[in-house]
Each structure stands twice: as C-alpha cells, then as structure tokens.
C-alpha cells in the first residue's frame, strides 16, 4: 500500500519570502502524485498534479513542484508568500491505472504572517 | 473547472436522529464519488468509495450500516449518517471523478456536522 509523509505540521514564513513545504511517499508500483489547499472550513482545491513528463510542475497561485523519483519525494515550492497563502496544504498519491483512490498526507500548515 | 457542491454546508443535530448529506457534479457526470471524513487539524480520511449504479466500497473501520450511501445517479450521491451520536461529529468532504481517470477527481466544498 501507499503512504504519504509530511514531517512539518506547520510551517511560519515572513510575507514575499520563500517557502518549500515537504512531502515523500512510499509506494511499490508507480504513482500519480497531487498538492491540494484547504481554507478554513472549505473543501480541497488542486493546486497542481504530477502524472507523467516534466517532473517539475507548475500549478495555480505561483506554486511549482518537483518530482524526484530517487528520493520518492514531491516537494512544493513558492518563490515569495502572500499572506493569502495561508492555509492547509496537502499532499496525496493515487496508483496509475486504478480509480482515483487518493491518500492523504497529515497536512502542513502554512501560517505567512508580515 | 468542474464544480461539486454540498448540501448542506452545515447542520446540526440531536443524537439519535439521522442526517443526509448530497454530493452533486453541476457540470460532468461523475462515474465515482468518494467520501471523506475530517476531524480539527487531521487529514482526510476515506470512507467509501461509490460507484452509480452500485453499492458502495467502505474502507476496513467505516460501518456501512451507519453510514448510508447511496449513488443512484451520475451527478448526485448522499450519505445518510444514522443514529447520529456527538461522536459523529466531524466535516464531511465528498469528491467526484471519473472512473479510471486519477487526475479528475474534484471536492466538494464540505459539510460540518455537529451532534448535540
């Protein structure tokens, strides 16, 4: 079976700099790999997704992604946070070819403060 | 984008009494829907998994007699939440997808359900 790990619950960054929030996975077969964001009290939006190609991906809001196989590891990136970054941000794996069971990493929150 | 909507985004309840949740895909029709649940600063934690036309798949844990779900067409599946006690209480998040199309799986916005 799958398994998603982020080892930071929460991560506090100054506006405008740079962010890097973490994620590895472990997986037997071959996996499609996605970022979503949660606001408070709101559903999941996809903030990008790797299936196959380029491994670095670029999603909505100014975020990117990048695909390292050796390291079994999908890391987000942002080159400057706005305060309006501020959220809960995870990490999920599906396997290739099956019906989109996603599972879950434990979230990092994202706290940007001024 | 494909949108999913809930009904309703919140409710509250008496123990004992049983709560329905809709899904619905406004704008595609979605062969799968799964359903979520997520307790305060936790991560999502899969129920079920629904097919149209089919009984639903529960994860190892998830009783099935408690938790109804029914997905009788492409664009609307609910999940009947029985004998509701405080327990229960928790934001309840569907998705819908495509079967056998990983990338198209879109969430609702949530439901907050909350047993006196």
């Known amino acids: 079976a799958q398994s998603v790990t982020q080892l930071d619950s929460q991560v506090p960054v100054f506006e405008e700099a740079p962010v890097e929030l973490r994620c590895n996975y472990s997986?037997?077969?071959?996996?499609?790999l996605f970022w979503y964001v949660q606001y408070p009290n709101q559903g999941l939006q996809l903030l990008l997704k790797?299936?196959?190609?380029?491994?670095l991906v670029k999603g909505i809001n100014g975020f990117e992604a990048e695909f390292n196989k050796s390291q079994t590891s999908f890391h987000l990136r942002k080159p400057s946070v706005h305060i309006s970054d501020t959220a809960e941000y995870f990490c999920?794996?599906?396997?290739?070819?099956?019906?989109?069971?996603?599972?879950f990493g434990t979230g990092t929150r994202l706290q940007v403060t001024l | 984008g494909a949108v999913v909507s809930q009904h309703p985004s919140w409710v509250i309840c008496k123990s004992g009494t049983s709560v329905k949740i809709e899904c619905r895909s406004l704008?595609?029709?979605?062969?799968?829907m799964f359903w979520y649940r997520q307790f305060p600063k936790q991560s999502l934690m899969l129920m079920a998994t629904?097919?149209?036309?089919?009984?639903?798949?529960?994860e190892q844990g998830v009783e099935k007699d408690k938790f109804l779900i029914n997905h009788a067409s492409l664009t609307l599946s609910t999940l009947t939440v029985t004998s509701a006690h405080p327990e229960d209480s928790s934001f309840y998040i569907c998705?819908?997808?495509?079967?056998?199309?990983?990338?198209?799986?879109?969430f609702g916005p949530g439901t907050r359900l909350t047993v006196l």
């Open positions: 790797y299936l196959s190609g380029s491994t």
């Open positions: 997986s037997s077969v071959s996996v499609y």
């Open positions: 998705s819908a997808g495509i079967s056998g199309r990983p990338d198209t799986q879109y």
């Open positions: 629904s097919n149209e036309g089919s009984k639903a798949t529960y």
């Open positions: 704008d595609f029709q979605a062969t799968t």
């Open positions: 999920a794996v599906t396997l290739t070819g099956t019906a989109s069971k996603l599972t």
